[in-house]
């Protein structure tokens, strides 16, 4: 089987807006410890061991800085898994949820990668951060959030980073789920023709017998 349909290292990608709280996410998940204050220039690769419905896997998080269009090509074909954060006190944070998930859909789509195979309909969440501020700083309504998700087909999850690392897990263990599901489902479909082939190898040695035998 491709090395890409094995869920031992699944990859998860983090998009979103300056300031919306990625890298946060992201040392929230690996060490549950919240720090306010990063560099967002840098690009950075976590790696978190964890046990998932009792498999013992390892999680790649890639936390991108730039927009530019090689990055985020590279990176969406890189990822299993998809997160894309906005801040519920920033406006245009929200308005750019459009445009990273047609940016996902459009380089998994477009593709010549013919080494690994996988879905082009990746697991992709969407996540409404800093809801700690929802009663002092909150902008987008939640339903206008939920509507939006709609029309992307996405599943939304509201946390708050800095408060708990619990919204933090349920979000990540949801996606891993959905990836699993995900490998699992185009796993089967690779593995489908070879029992049909077979069928009809036997039904054409048992037409030649008969023919022998008559």
Same mark, same amino acid.
């Given at each position: 089987?491709?090395?890409?349909?094995? &869920?031992?290292?699944?990859?998860?990608l983090l998009l979103g807006g300056e300031?919306?709280?990625?890298? *946060?996410?992201?040392?929230?998940?690996?060490?549950?410890?919240?720090?306010?204050?990063?560099?967002?220039?840098?690009?950075? =690769?976590? %790696?978190?061991?964890?046990?998932?419905?009792?498999?013992?896997?390892?999680?790649?998080?890639?936390?991108?800085?730039?927009?530019?269009?090689?990055?985020? #090509?590279?990176?969406?074909?890189? *990822?299993?898994?998809?997160?894309? =954060?906005?801040?519920?006190?920033?406006? @245009? %944070? &929200?308005?750019?949820?459009?445009?990273?998930?047609?940016?996902?859909?459009?380089?998994?789509?477009?593709?010549?990668?013919?080494?690994?195979?996988?879905?082009?309909?990746?697991?992709?969440?969407?996540? *409404?951060?800093?809801?700690?501020?929802?009663?002092?700083?909150?902008?987008?309504?939640? #339903?206008?959030?939920?509507? =939006?998700?709609?029309? =992307?087909?996405?599943?939304?999850?509201?946390?708050?980073?800095?408060?708990?690392?619990? @919204?933090?897990? #349920?979000?990540?263990?949801?996606?891993?789920?959905?990836?699993?599901?995900?490998?699992?489902?185009?796993?089967?479909?690779?593995?489908?023709? &070879?029992?049909?082939?077979?069928?009809?190898?036997?039904?054409?040695?048992?037409?030649?017998? %008969?023919?022998?035998?008559?």
């Amino acid at each position: 089987m491709c090395q890409r349909l094995k &869920f031992t290292r699944p990859k998860i990608l983090l998009l979103g807006g300056e300031g919306v709280g990625k890298t *946060a996410f992201a040392v929230r998940y690996v060490t549950k410890r919240f720090i306010g204050e990063y560099d967002a220039s840098k690009e950075t =690769l976590y %790696s978190h061991r964890s046990i998932i419905d009792k498999e013992d896997i390892t999680i790649d998080i890639m936390d991108i800085s730039s927009d530019e269009e090689v990055v985020l #090509e590279n990176h969406v074909r890189w *990822a299993d898994g998809v997160i894309i =954060l906005y801040s519920i006190t920033d406006r @245009g %944070s &929200f308005t750019k949820l459009d445009f990273y998930h047609a940016v996902v859909q459009y380089y998994r789509r477009h593709h010549d990668d013919n080494e690994h195979a996988y879905s082009d309909n990746i697991p992709m969440l969407i996540v *409404a951060n800093k809801m700690d501020l929802c009663y002092t700083g909150k902008t987008i309504s939640t #339903e206008e959030s939920d509507q =939006l998700c709609r029309r =992307l087909n996405c599943r939304k999850f509201e946390i708050s980073v800095a408060d708990s690392p619990d @919204g933090v897990s #349920e979000v990540v263990d949801y996606l891993l789920r959905n990836i699993k599901r995900d490998m699992q489902k185009v796993a089967s479909s690779r593995r489908l023709p &070879f029992p049909n082939v077979k069928r009809v190898f036997k039904r054409k040695v048992y037409r030649s017998k %008969s023919d022998t035998l008559q």
